[in-house]
Each structure stands twice: as C-alpha cells, then as structure tokens.
C-alpha cells in the first residue's frame, strides 16, 4: 500500500482550451460547470492547493437566461468607500449593459476568494457575441 500523497509538478500540468455556448443555458448550471473546469477538478490529477486547471471560453454570453423573478430581485451592490457611495444594480440591468460581468462574477464565487481563486479566474474568457480572437488554441467544446 503506498500512504503518500500525490501532489502534480508544474512540468506534468496539461492545460487546455474549452469553448462553451451560453445560448439558452442557465447562469447557475452553467458557472458550475465553468468553476469546475477552472479549478481542475475534472482531471484525475487535481490538487487543490496547485491551479491544474484549464481554459475556458465562453461565447454568447448576453443569450443567458436565469429562473424565475431573478432579473429584478437579484440585486449586485458595491460601496466606494466614499460618504453617499453606495450602488446598487439590478441583473437584468447590467446584463443589458455589460452581459459579461454577469458570468465573471457568478463564477468568481464559486472559486476559492484567495489568490489561487484569482489566478483561476484569469483562465475565463467571456464574450457577449459568439466570435472569439483564441483560435489559435483550437479549444474544444465543453461536454
């Protein structure tokens, strides 16, 4: 019986490129998939103190639906720091203005909030239309 952990070298670390279509998909069912992918924990070689994840690109990311009453009631808020400096926005309203930050951020919470969360999230590349400029990665479709 071998009792020792495995914990992957940089050098044994694959990455690859995956494309997603956010058509008609759901945010939550969709950011999990998307985190999970991130993080490596598909790979039989996880570990989850070394990023071993992959790539991802999201495409269409403004065709994106949400369940129920979420596009008013779901609220993002932010304060400056500053006296007054409370915003508030609604989903509907900044996925109408910025359909991108909408996945980065659903995505962003479900990653580790340290600096190995950061590093992950840096591998999301979100595009509000269905072009992307990485197809020099030949990304494959996500299953």
Do not use: C
């Not at 991802?56 to 990311?61: C, E, K, R, S, Y």
């Not at 962003?108 to 992307?132: E, I, S, W």
């Amino acid at each position: 019986m071998n009792a020792k952990t495995y914990t992957p070298r940089e050098s044994e670390i694959e990455r690859r490129w995956y494309v997603v279509d956010a058509t008609d998909e759901t945010l939550g069912r969709l950011a999990t998939r998307i985190a999970r992918v991130l993080e490596g924990k598909h790979k039989p070689t996880y570990a989850p103190h070394i990023d071993t994840g992959d790539h991802v690109i999201v495409l269409n990311a403004a065709r994106i639906t949400v369940s129920r009453d979420k596009l008013t009631s779901k609220v993002y808020a932010r304060h400056s720091g500053y006296p007054q400096g409370f915003k508030e926005e609604t989903l509907g309203h900044l996925l109408a203005r910025r359909p991108e930050e909408v996945i980065r951020r659903a995505v962003k919470g479900m990653l580790p909030h340290n600096r190995l969360g950061t590093q992950q999230l840096r591998k999301l590349k979100v595009y509000a239309g269905g072009d992307h400029p990485h197809q020099a990665q030949k990304p494959e479709p996500l299953a």
